[in-house]
């Protein structure tokens, strides 16, 4: 049972526009930063997404991060079958002192 | 550019000690202004990610405390490599284990420490516990 909720897979049509939803509570994604990883199979997660909403150099303006409250939202707009693959949300959990994730999302492009 | 790279065997024996170490290069653990601490991330097969700990150039660690009781994170930064030692293994430890940067999202006047995103990670490597 991950302390941030995610749904277990997503998908879309190509060119089309998916959104990953990832939920906490006030003492993780309410008062700190959210960041996103995508895992393709077979290999380490890749940094997407930092400080909420911010794109680590190298990232397409496709993948865009928000934060409201204490849920955090991943958006892929234009969509390619290159980015099937799961991704993972991510923040520290000042009551526990602890990095937390979420429990993934495969994203399926149809 | 930062690389980490995940060394150690790759089968254990159930309750014996897991010992991992992550060698990074393109960069010191041990600057003094750093804003980093180094983790360790496991994956079993077909889950989710799991953070283990993470430690900083000083020492001072952090660990996850389903894991606390069985984890030491220990730092050399004389040959700039951190390890990761869990004792006790079963075949619930049996994982993709990542070694990471993370950054030292702020630091308060009391000293509390809140870290951040994992920018660069090993290549990962699979331990497997079993007889």
């Known amino acids: 049972q991950s302390v941030l909720t995610q749904p277990p897979s997503v998908s879309a049509a190509p060119g089309q526009r998916v959104t990953i939803s990832c939920s906490g509570s006030s003492s993780n994604i309410g008062n700190n930063y959210v960041s996103w990883y995508q895992q393709f199979p077979g290999t380490a997660p890749k940094h997407l997404i930092y400080n909420n909403n911010k794109r680590p150099s190298g990232i397409p303006d496709r993948f865009s991060g928000s934060k409201s409250g204490t849920s955090a939202t991943l958006d892929i707009t234009g969509l390619q079958t290159g980015d099937e693959a799961d991704y993972y949300c991510?923040?520290?959990?000042?009551?526990?002192?602890?990095?937390?994730f979420g429990g993934g999302t495969k994203l399926t492009v149809l | 550019q930062v690389q980490l790279q995940e060394s150690g065997p790759g089968l254990v024996k159930p309750s014996e000690t897991l010992s991992l170490t992550c060698t990074v290069s393109?960069?010191?653990?041990?600057?003094?202004?750093?804003?980093?601490?180094w983790g360790w991330i496991r994956q079993p097969p077909g889950k989710g990610l799991e953070w283990i700990g993470s430690?900083?150039?000083?020492?001072?660690?952090f660990y996850n405390p389903s894991v606390k009781s069985r984890v030491t994170i220990s730092v050399d930064t004389s040959k700039n490599h951190f390890s990761l030692a869990l004792n006790t293994v079963t075949a619930a430890d049996t994982a993709v284990y990542y070694c990471?940067?993370?950054?030292?999202?702020?630091?308060?006047?009391?000293?509390?420490?809140?870290?951040?995103?994992?920018?660069?990670w090993g290549l990962g490597t699979l331990v497997t516990v079993s007889s």
């Open positions: 990471a940067r993370q950054y030292v999202e702020r630091v308060t006047i009391f000293g509390v420490v809140t870290l951040g995103y994992f920018d660069y």
């Open positions: 393109g960069g010191s653990i041990s600057s003094i202004s750093s804003s980093y601490y």
């Open positions: 991510g923040t520290w959990d000042t009551s526990l002192n602890t990095e937390v």
């Open positions: 430690i900083y150039y000083n020492g001072n660690t």
